[in-house]
């Protein structure tokens, strides 16, 4: 598919620190005077938003591994087309909280869906669309959820449906991630992120300035 602008991806298990490595990134490009949108999944649009308060609400226990790929999916499709496009067809930089490989890792891995069925659906809903970076933060679950747990009792919204899911949910997860790095090496980069948020940022870096280095952005 073609577009002007450059697209990145943050992956990772629930825990990872995409949010605030996200945050940092659009600083970055912000200070440098580059046009940048964050955005995030599920949600990013009215409709997404909508749909995402569906996937993560702990009531809905009973949700099907199949809607949940459509859910996704269908939220992914109205952001791909309201928001991302747009922006990358005026050349923007548009940075993303999760994406289509988010739905290979936790309905594929985690649920155990059929890939084919998950990429498949996933690329109809995107036309196609691929990152031209993914920057993948792993953690081992243990820690991830830790982390998140520490952070809802510091006041932040309670756990989400895909959270409370038990430990050997998240482990599939993990796995399906290091799958996705290890065949996907030209798009995917690998990133520890116990090492602490500075040096994680350093690697984001590197990373991305090897990426502008080879492409024409404009501010």
Do not use: W
Request: proline content about 3%.
């Amino acid at each position: 598919m073609k577009k002007n602008g450059i697209f990145i991806t943050f992956e990772g298990p629930d825990g990872a620190g995409k949010t605030t490595q996200a945050l940092k990134l659009k600083e970055y490009f912000t200070q440098k005077g580059i046009s940048c949108l964050l955005t995030r999944e599920p949600g990013g649009t009215s409709i997404g938003d909508k749909i995402r308060d569906i996937l993560l609400d702990t009531e809905n226990v009973k949700m099907s591994a199949k809607a949940e790929v459509f859910l996704y999916a269908a939220a992914r499709a109205q952001l791909v087309t309201q928001v991302i496009l747009p922006a990358l067809e005026e050349g923007n930089v548009v940075i993303c909280d999760r994406y289509v490989d988010s739905s290979f890792a936790y309905q594929a891995f985690g649920l155990g869906e059929d890939t084919g069925f998950v990429l498949k659906t996933n690329e109809e809903a995107t036309g196609g669309l691929y990152p031209d970076l993914t920057l993948l933060l792993d953690v081992i679950p243990e820690d991830g959820l830790k982390r998140q747990q520490e952070r809802h009792t510091k006041g932040a919204e309670a756990p989400d449906r895909i959270e409370l899911k038990d430990l050997e949910f998240h482990r599939r997860v993990r796995q399906g991630y290091l799958f996705l790095a290890a065949i996907q090496k030209e798009r995917v980069l690998l990133i520890k992120a116990g090492q602490g948020e500075e040096e994680v940022h350093k690697k984001v870096m590197k990373a991305v300035e090897t990426l502008l280095s080879t492409r024409v952005i404009q501010g």
